[in-house]
C-alpha cells in the first residue's frame, strides 16, 4: 500500500485551511461593506455608510460578536479538514483490510491498521484484538463489537465537542446581538429623557448602534447553526460508515473460514 508522504498530506491540509479561510472571510467582509440596500434617499452631500461603517461606529460592543465569527470561521475550516473520508475510511485502507480478512489473515489485519492514523484503522486496531479464532461459531464477535462500541464512546468526544462548538456561538451570538440592542435603547431613551426634545441625528445613533449589534448577531448565529447541523450529520455518515466496514470485515472472514458451512445454508434454487 502506497501513502502519500506526510509533508505532501501537511501540505494538502494547509491549501485546504487556507481556502475554506478566504472563503469565509471574503464573505464577511462583502456583507459588513454592503451599502444598505433598504436605505431611503438622502441629499447628495452626505454619504452612506456600508455595514462596516456601522459596526466600526458600534465600537466596544461589537467585540464580542467579531470575536465569536472569527471563532465560527475557525471551527468551521478545522471541522471540514477533519470530516473528511481520507482520516475516517480511506479506500486503500479498506481493500487492504478486506484483503486480509478474505484470507483469514486477522493478525495481519491488526497490523496493518495499527499503522494508520484513521478513524477506521484505529478502530479495527482496537477492536479486532478481540477476534477468537478458537470460537468457529462467530469468532467472538459480540466481543468484538462491544469494543468498537467503546472505541466509538471514548473517541467521537473530540469530534463532537469541536462541532458542539458551532451550536454553542449559534446561540450566543443573537444573545449579544440583543444585548447591544438593549444598550443602544438605552442610550436613545436617556438622551430624551436628558433633552426632552433630542436631536433626531443623536436619536439615531443609539438606535443605529441597537439594530447594528442585532444584524451582526443575526449574520454569525445563521452559519453557525447551518454548519453544526450540516458538519454533524457528516460526522455521523462517517461513523457509520466505518461501522459498516467493521461489520464487512467480520463477515469476510466468517464467510472465508467457514464456507462450506455458508454455503449448505443456502436454501435449494436460490444457489448460484
Known amino acids: 500500500m502506497i501513502k502519500p508522504p506526510l509533508n ?43 455595514m462596516l461603517d456601522n459596526v466600526l461606529d458600534a465600537g466596544l460592543w461589537i467585540v464580542p460578536l467579531l470575536i465569536a465569527s472569527v471563532a465560527m470561521i475557525g471551527f468551521v475550516v478545522y471541522n471540514f479538514i477533519e470530516l473528511n473520508q481520507n482520516k475516517f475510511n480511506p479506500v486503500e485502507l479498506k481493500a487492504g483490510l478486506l484483503d486480509h480478512m478474505q484470507n483469514v489473515r486477522v493478525r495481519s489485519a491488526i497490523e496493518m491498521a495499527s499503522g494508520h492514523p484513521s478513524y477506521l484503522g484505529r478502530m479495527v486496531a482496537a477492536s479486532f484484538s478481540q477476534f477468537d479464532a478458537t470460537n468457529s461459531d462467530d469468532f467472538g464477535r ?54 426632552g426634545q433630542a436631536d433626531p441625528s443623536t436619536l439615531a445613533g443609539d438606535i443605529g448602534l441597537a439594530m447594528v449589534t442585532t444584524a451582526s448577531g443575526l449574520i454569525i448565529a445563521i452559519p453557525s447553526v447551518f454548519f453544526f447541523f450540516f458538519q454533524r450529520n457528516k460526522f455521523n455518515r462517517l461513523v457509520a460508515d466505518c461501522h459498516q466496514d467493521v461489520s464487512e470485515l467480520l463477515d469476510a472472514s466468517y464467510e472465508a473460514a467457514n464456507a462450506d458451512q455458508v454455503m449448505a445454508k443456502v436454501p435449494e434454487g436460490f444457489q448460484a
Open 8 to 50: 505532501l498530506r501537511q501540505s494538502l491540509l494547509g491549501k485546504n485551511f487556507i481556502f475554506f479561510s478566504a472563503i469565509f472571510s471574503f464573505l464577511l467582509v462583502f456583507i459588513y461593506s454592503a451599502p444598505e440596500l433598504l436605505a431611503q434617499e438622502v441629499e447628495e452631500e452626505v454619504k452612506k455608510k456600508t
Open 142 to 195: 459480540e466481543n468484538v463489537d462491544d469494543a468498537v462500541a467503546e472505541f466509538t464512546v471514548s473517541n467521537n468526544k473530540r469530534y463532537l465537542t469541536n462541532i458542539g462548538y458551532l451550536g454553542v456561538i449559534g446561540q450566543i451570538a443573537p444573545m449579544l446581538g440583543l444585548l447591544g440592542t438593549v444598550v443602544g435603547m438605552m442610550g436613545a431613551f436617556n438622551t430624551l429623557a436628558a433633552e
